[in-house]
């Protein structure tokens, strides 16, 4: 897909060339039907002790203290130990206030995170039925419960019902710069760059210079190939950030952006950080991990592995663990691993979740790549974003479809696609694929772009990158540029 540099966010970029539009296919699914009946709320809860409720005015109470609830209205990371005091605190008054909406639409939005930030995919069918509940008993238009549909729908990787909610809530309130910022996820999501360059556009007038915002418009031109500026964007929020949660959340994308170039020494120093700063912080941990194994120093690697998964049990983790056992010739260790990772999925799903993009990319490399080929397949119709493109062609790939396969890696590696993001892990996989179909030279400068990136993306197949180059050699004509 072409992005629409008129409508993408301001940069120094904006003055290069316009790329060529790429078909999106779109999806298509039913709209949730809204209703659904009061949820019963638990009078004990075994996480935490609730709150003591203030005693009751003759209006619905005020809510939670703003260090509790600013996180979760003001689009900013929360903190956990604050989600678990406003969950309680909110369950506790809704007892005796059951028809206050914006309470409802406040307590769907804190399980939708907790549930995001423990992998605990049992929160998200609680945040839909309190959701719902408050569009049943609110006014018209209650955008704080539209955007809290929105926000669940992005957990849940069901792109196409965010970007449905997003808008209702857009409408609903064109200036509540919240639901903007979840309509950047639900279009990047879809593989929408023009869309949700323009969502970050209204973002950016709405509330400009704010560290919630510069950490979006990170995200966004790193997805675009504009590292400098993805860059410089999260190191200002950083440095502007407020609370230690927030400020761990945005140094943990900042570790992010630097191991994706290679940078280890920045990515360590990043997520050591975020850990000081929020010792919860588990995709940190998960990134020290990832950088620690990248380093050589795998014993430590696999603790932060431990840590991230006993704190946030998501697949994507017991992947790459499993991937570093096995490179480390761990057999058995590796498949506990695999099948702790079946278990996540299941878990997820039971919760609402797809997470058939995380499985596809297992079952390519581990399992049965036909069985991927054909999850992926369903998921690029659903939401044709580059990360399911690129999973796509490798699966196609590991089923021995190589023609087909170098669509979908050309897909996500080329700008006249679409494909911006500079990942070694699709360079990689793109040179596979033409190493496969007999193309040496393009090939050789694929894997040779995947080194330069990030000549560590992964201790399982960056190996199998440096020995395809051996293998190849150097090219004797320079022949094509790549594209």
Partial sequence: METDTSSAPESPRKRRARRRRRVLIASAAGCAVLGGVLVLLPRERAEAPAAAPAPAPPRPAPGPKAHKRGPVTAGVPAALPDLVALIGEREAHLRGHPRDAPSWALLGSAYVERGRQ???????????????????????????ALEGLAALAVARRDFAAAKRWGESAREAAPKRWTTHAVLVDAYTGLGDREAAGRALDRLLKLRPGTPA????????????????????????????????????????????????????????????????????????????????????????????????????????????????????????????????????VRGAEAGGADEELVLGRFEADHGDPWSAVRRLRAEWERQPATAVA?????????????????????IATDAKHGGGVRSALYAFHRGMIEQALGHDGRAWRRLTEAQQINPYFSPLLAPVARRALAELGEPSEQGPPLP
Avoid: C
Wanted: negative net charge; hydrophobic residues 40%; without cysteine.
């Fill in 118 to 144: 423990t992998a605990d995919a049992a929160y998200y069918p609680k945040a839909e039925k309190a959701l719902r509940t408050s569009l049943k008993v609110g006014s018209p238009g209650n955008a704080p």
């Fill in 213 to 344: 915002v510069r950490a979006r418009a990170a995200a966004v031109y790193r997805d675009l190939g504009w590292r400098e500026d993805a860059a410089a964007q999260i190191s200002d929020a950083v440095a502007e950030a407020g609370a230690p949660a927030e400020r761990a959340a945005y140094l943990e994308q900042a570790g992010r952006l630097a191991f994706e170039r290679g940078d280890r020494d920045g990515a360590l120093r990043s997520f050591r950080e975020a850990l000081r700063a929020d010792p919860g912080q588990r995709a940190a941990q998960a990134g020290l991990g990832r950088t620690l194994a990248a380093l050589g120093r795998t014993d430590e690697a696999v603790d932060a592995y431990r840590a991230a998964l006993a704190g946030a049990p998501r697949p994507e983790y017991a992947l790459e663990l499993g991937e570093l056992y096995e490179s480390l010739d761990l057999g058995r260790e590796a498949q506990a691993q695999y099948e702790l990772l079946r278990e996540q």
């Fill in 390 to 410: 690129d999973a796509l062609g490798w699966a196609l790939h590991r089923a021995g479809e190589h023609g087909e396969a170098l669509e979908y890696a050309e």
